[in-house]
């Protein structure tokens, strides 16, 4: 009696199910009924046992029984198991048959044992935007990274997409649950939830746990209760949760200085009510394969669930909302004094109530970023206001910009008219150079001579020659005299793009020579280690989506530059994990204004920041245009329909259309959180939010001759080639 998935096989015998290739069982599970129940202590225990009884129809197996809890209450489960496009789904019934007053709540788990596992390191793990290969480069307190933790669950809705994949590192096996449908729907309320009853919470978790046989509840401050339970221990297990139980996550020791001679976490639980006649249901998709690395299994278990689950395509108008951009940038650049010109750091939205003036040379400013933007509109479309407008944000910079080494400074104050003490971090000093050198670009091309405008540009890279290591790499953040402030090396591509072009406008070797043995050293580290980590400059040196979005920047240029077909594998990578950061399925939340899109909007299109967090932005708007460059060299229809996604999806969060109220139409938050369905947000706006919708928008029409990919797909595959070979024409 079983289900075939190619080579392997489900099997049922003795009331339990193991998953079997050629005679070795991979995955398994004795006692597939288990049952979370609160009780009147409120504490959280657990019970299993096997099926009563199982039947085979042919294609579908049936399995059901009744498990009763030491208090008397009974629960019904009822599990088919059927083939579908080469997996099979695990949908569950579970019903209230009777109920004991001191069982107060119930969840249960589909889940199967990793039979070759001793330690969860023996596996390595993809749940997006949440853990890749052994969260080594996570946060202590994400799943994954402290691997003495029983439990490493995380919601769904924290996820990108709603899986969780594991990949032996024996054999290769490969087991993978996800959520079947995007058929998640609202709470019955608010709340941050602990330990929390709630019959219309539809949410799961996903993850590996090795509980020991006993409950573990967390006390307000943190203290663990643990009590000898009824379930079994096999071993480590892939675990689907529903509903949710979220942890055992955090050390909340510093947060409430309480010692109790111990790391406090948390473990955070939603269940359904223990009351008779209640039932609810759950579809799981199980999916196996046999990958040789972690990468192609990445791969894998991304395309399948993104093809299954993807949200339907954000109607936008580009033409309008870049022109909404592009207009708002005009009303908010001005003279701050002194000839300081730029847009103010942050406003509060929906009136656009300023909140900090201060000027930002690249990362969440973008203050040379926007100046090239409204020079590059302005000639196009023959705005003078706008172009002048850019080109005083450019002359400021230019005169002012740069210490006395050469190399630009972070931030100015137009209040103090003095720069603020930032270390110099290669990734914010990227940004604006490579906006200035476009700038000057731009300007010769039509007859304009700025000469300081690229001598500021070759001081700065004589500045990074000088400090680059001889393994061609480069720290993370400088002090201002050249010498390390963080000893990190992960972000040595982000100022790659930056030497390919100055070469290109220049024609010096030693900027040539610099790009490349900076792109040798990230092929070996940041791609082939994965280390995809530290450019979100606010943040730890941690993974995030903008490491990956800037090494395929970097490995672009380089591919653009030689043609080598090891920069576009390195590329292909970097954007197979960056994709990874987008949520691309959607699920409703709560908004208690009605002035922000997401109250009528879906929150598919955002991606969070650092790993493991949730919630997010929609900085992935940034990458609209190197993904769809990614369609045109190697014609995978993929990248092409994700550039189109994260081009309209990302403007979920915008008021395109001016039907929210905000003062100025087209703009959209900074970003919050939503993981748990809440949407938590400061309601402000910074620079790059606007920056990151222009950039890939006005470079399709650049390169295209259009704003959007529908407008851009009008082109023959030929004429696509011809004009994706930027660099052709880069240099004036």
């Not at 996820?159 to 609202?186: Q, Y």
């Not at 109220?661 to 900074?670: N, P, Q, V």
Request: one cysteine or more.
């Amino acid at each position: 009696m079983g289900v075939k998935i190619g080579e392997r096989e489900l099997v049922f015998e003795d009331g339990g199910v193991k998953i079997v290739r050629n005679g070795e069982v991979l995955f398994f599970n004795k006692r597939p009924m288990y049952a979370f129940v609160k009780t009147s202590m409120a504490v959280t225990e657990f019970f299993d046992r096997a099926y009563d009884q199982v039947k085979d129809d042919g294609d579908t197996v049936t399995a059901a029984g009744v498990l009763t809890t030491p208090n008397g209450s009974e629960l019904k489960f009822e599990d088919t198991y059927e083939t579908a496009s080469g997996s099979v789904v695990i949908s569950r019934n579970v019903t209230v048959l009777k109920k004991d007053n001191d069982d107060l709540g119930f969840a249960s788990k589909i889940s199967f044992v990793l039979a070759d596992a001793e330690t969860i390191r023996d596996y390595q793990c993809f749940a997006p935007a949440t853990w890749y290969r052994d969260n080594e480069f996570a946060r202590p307190y994400v799943i994954g990274f402290d691997s003495d933790c029983e439990y490493h669950l995380r919601k769904e809705t924290a996820m990108t997409l709603p899986l969780f994949a594991a990949r032996s590192k024996r054999n290769g096996e490969t087991i993978m649950l996800s959520r079947n449908k995007a058929d998640v729907t609202l709470p019955g309320r608010m709340y941050h939830f602990t330990q929390i009853i709630d019959e219309q919470y539809s949410a799961a978790s996903i993850g590996l746990s090795r509980p020991e046989d006993k409950t573990i509840n967390y006390l307000y401050y943190g203290f663990p209760v643990r009590k000898q339970t009824g379930a079994v221990r096999d071993g480590i297990s892939i675990d689907y949760v529903y509903p949710s139980t979220d942890g055992q996550v955090g050390d909340h020791q510093q947060v409430y200085n309480i010692d109790y001679m111990m790391k406090n976490k948390s473990l955070n639980r939603v269940l359904h009510p223990m009351k008779e006649g209640f039932s609810d249901h759950y579809e799981v998709r199980l999916d196996l394969g046999n990958f040789d690395d972690f990468y192609p299994m990445m791969k894998w278990a991304w395309r399948s669930v993104y093809d299954r689950l993807k949200d339907e395509l954000f109607d936008v108008d580009q033409d309008l909302q870049y022109h909404n951009n592009i207009e708002a940038m005009k009303l908010l650049t001005g003279d701050y004094g002194d000839g300081a010109w730029g847009v103010p750091f942050s406003s509060f939205l929906p009136g656009m109530d300023v909140d900090s003036i201060s000027m930002q040379f690249g990362f969440v400013g973008q203050q040379p970023g926007i100046g090239y933007q409204l020079m590059d509109y302005g000639l196009r479309e023959n705005d003078p206001e706008a172009c002048e407008k850019g080109r005083n944000i450019i002359r400021f910079w230019v005169a002012k910009g740069a210490n006395e080494n050469g190399a630009p400074h972070g931030c100015y104050s137009p209040i103090n008219k003095a720069f603020e003490p930032y270390p110099i971090w290669l990734r914010m000093s990227a940004d604006g150079l490579e906006n200035i050198l476009d700038a000057y670009v731009l300007t010769k091309k039509n007859n304009e001579e700025h000469p300081d405008w690229l001598g500021f540009c070759e001081n700065a890279a004589e500045f990074f020659v000088k400090i680059q290591n001889p393994d061609g790499s480069f720290y993370r953040a400088y002090e201002v005299d050249g010498t390390m402030r963080m000893d990190s090396k992960a972000n040595t591509i982000s100022i790659v793009r930056f030497f390919v072009q100055l070469y290109l406008v220049t024609g010096k070797e030693e900027y040539r020579d610099a790009a490349i043995r900076a792109g040798e050293w990230s092929y070996d580290n940041v791609y082939k280690n994965f280390e995809y980590r530290g450019s979100t400059c606010d943040n730890t040196d941690v993974m995030d989506n903008e490491s990956g979005i800037y090494a395929m920047f970097g490995f672009l240029s380089l591919y653009d530059l030689t043609g080598e077909d090891k920069w576009l594998e390195a590329l292909i990578g970097a954007a197979d994990y960056t994709e990874t950061w987008t949520y691309s399925w959607g699920f409703p939340v709560y908004c208690d204004d009605p002035s922000v899109p997401f109250s009528k909007r879906s929150i598919s299109g955002m991606s969070p920041v650092t790993i493991g967090t949730g919630g997010g932005d929609m900085y992935m708007a940034a990458c609209a245009y190197i993904y769809y460059r990614l369609y045109v060299i190697t014609d995978d229809e993929h990248y092409r329909d994700y550039a189109e996604f994260i081009h309209n999806n990302s403007r979920n969060g915008n008021d395109v259309y001016g039907e929210f109220g905000y003062a100025i139409k087209g703009l959209s938050w900074e970003g919050g959180a939503f993981s748990d369905q809440v949407l938590h947000t400061l309601h402000h706006w910074l620079p790059w939010v606007t920056y990151v919708e222009l950039d890939p928008t006005s470079r399709l029409m650049d390169t295209f001759g259009a704003y959007d990919i529908a407008g851009c797909e009008k082109l023959s595959p030929e004429d696509k080639k011809a004009k994706n070979r930027i660099y052709d024409h880069y240099a004036p």
